[in-house]
């Protein structure tokens, strides 16, 4: 069985958020959401590869929050990948992005975003953030 350099297994991904709302986008093969993310580029800091992830695999471009919400594993490339999570604050939706033609995005409710991601880990993470944002209101 193939497997990957050992730095393939590191990522990060965010949690975008839009006026309360979350981006979810489609994976490529499978179409199930998820949110974007992908290998930590060597050059860049987690945060920042994962900002590169959601201008290109969601079209957002935000600022990203610089502490980690939390990560979750799942199995790639014969492998257990781990991501680490951050929030991005979305300034900008883009109606045209890079992986447009092979993704499918959607905003969505905080419980629909819940519902629709297929990592309860990463669904957990979803729930805890929002969770705090609220209590941070009262």
Partial sequence: MYTKP???????????????RVVLVTARKSKRWIIPKGIVEKDMSPEDSAAKEAYEEAGVIGAVGKKELGCYSYPKWGGICTVRVYPLYVEKLLDEWEEMHIRRRRVVSVRE??????????????????????????
């Fill in 113 to 138: 975003a819940v519902e629709m991601v297929d990592h309860d880990e990463l669904a957990g993470i979803i729930l805890a953030f929002f969770a705090g944002l609220k209590k941070k209101k009262l």
């Fill in 6 to 20: 050992v730095w393939f297994y590191n990522q990060s991904g965010v949690v975008p958020v839009l006026e309360g």
